[in-house]
């Protein structure tokens, strides 16, 4: 598989905002920003004072845009000017443009763009797949976590759920058995290759950027793999409810399509972060 550059990855995401708003649009998207933010829900902060969120890679905003409407301030960051002009469409559309940030930068560069202790919620939804060192990246997240009730959410595809994709989806056995140990999958909304998790591997991350685990989560357990002849559109609150309830299980979120952690700030920022 080629190598992908940097530039090739923000390019992807220039070209490909149109194909992802489209693809939130559709049962599978939704399914994902649904089960996400129902999890997040569960965790965020008591709202003493104005709480201010971070969304990194914020895509089109989907997520972002929903706390904001909880009367969140959320500061929105991706590399990608479309994936912006959406989000900022989409702020405006909520009536919720006062609230929001929106902020063009590379979330490699996190320590020059954000201060310390600034954010009580920061989501990494889907952009550690894409990033040289995501460790780095969730080091500098944690540091900016404001105290110790402030979460960070972390979505990330995982392992496992390729290799049933590759069975179940695609008949592929080959790749399903390729996929048991490996570390890239194949994207296939707009190319290129995504960084594969495991729970174990995000775990070790999340450790090392003194982070404390609250809580493990599976997103789309096995709505990919539903026969044709359930209704995603009109089976949808169903599905929804019963993929609530299979990933707060370990058994079934160990094969979910997305792995979902949410953690709090392990200790007290030190001069060097660790
Ligand atoms: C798969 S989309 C996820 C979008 C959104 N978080 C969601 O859950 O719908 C990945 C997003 O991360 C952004 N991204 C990828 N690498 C980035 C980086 N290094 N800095 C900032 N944004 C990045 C992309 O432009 C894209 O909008």
């Known amino acids: ?25 559709t049962p599978e998207g939704r399914l994902r ?18 709480l201010h969120a971070l969304d990194l890679g914020c895509g089109t905003g989907a997520i972002a845009v929903r706390l904001a409407r909880l009367g969140l301030h959320v500061t929105l960051l991706d ?8 989000a900022e469409r989409a702020g405006r559309e909520a009536g919720v443009t006062e609230r929001i940030a929106l902020k063009h930068g590379d979330a490699t560069q996190f320590a020059n763009l954000f201060h310390a202790e600034s954010f009580d919620v920061i989501l990494c939804h889907n952009i550690l797949e894409y990033v040289d060192d995501p460790c780095a990246v969730l080091c500098s997240a944690a540091r900016a976590l404001r105290d110790p009730s402030s979460i960070i959410s972390v979505l990330v595809r995982n392992q496992a759920g390729e290799v049933l994709k590759a069975a179940i989806q695609d008949g592929d056995l080959a790749a399903a058995e390729h996929n048991l140990t490996a570390e890239w999958g194949d994207e296939s909304l707009y190319g290129g290759r995504v960084r594969l998790f495991t729970a174990e591997s995000l775990q070790a991350m999340l450790l090392e950027s003194s982070l404390a685990v609250a809580a493990e989560r599976g997103v789309r357990v096995l709505s990919d793999y539903l026969p044709p002849r359930v209704s995603r559109n009109d089976e949808y609150e169903r599905i929804l409810e019963l993929e609530r309830k299979l990933g707060r299980r370990p058994e079934f979120a160990a ?17 060097d972060g660790a």
Not at 13 to 19: D, I, P, S, V
Not at 35 to 43: K, P, S, T, V
Not at 79 to 86: G, R, T
């Open 255 to 271: 094969v979910a399509r997305y792995t979902h952690f949410l953690a709090h700030r392990a200790g007290p920022v030190t001069k």
């Open 79 to 86: 590399a990608s000017v479309p994936m912006l002009d959406f």
């Open 1 to 25: 598989m080629k190598e992908m550059t940097a530039n090739d990855d923000f390019e992807r995401f220039r070209t490909g905002a149109a194909k992802y708003a489209a693809y939130l649009e």
């Open 33 to 50: 920003l649904d089960l996400a933010f129902a999890n997040l829900q569960d965790f965020l902060p008591q709202a003493t004072r104005s």
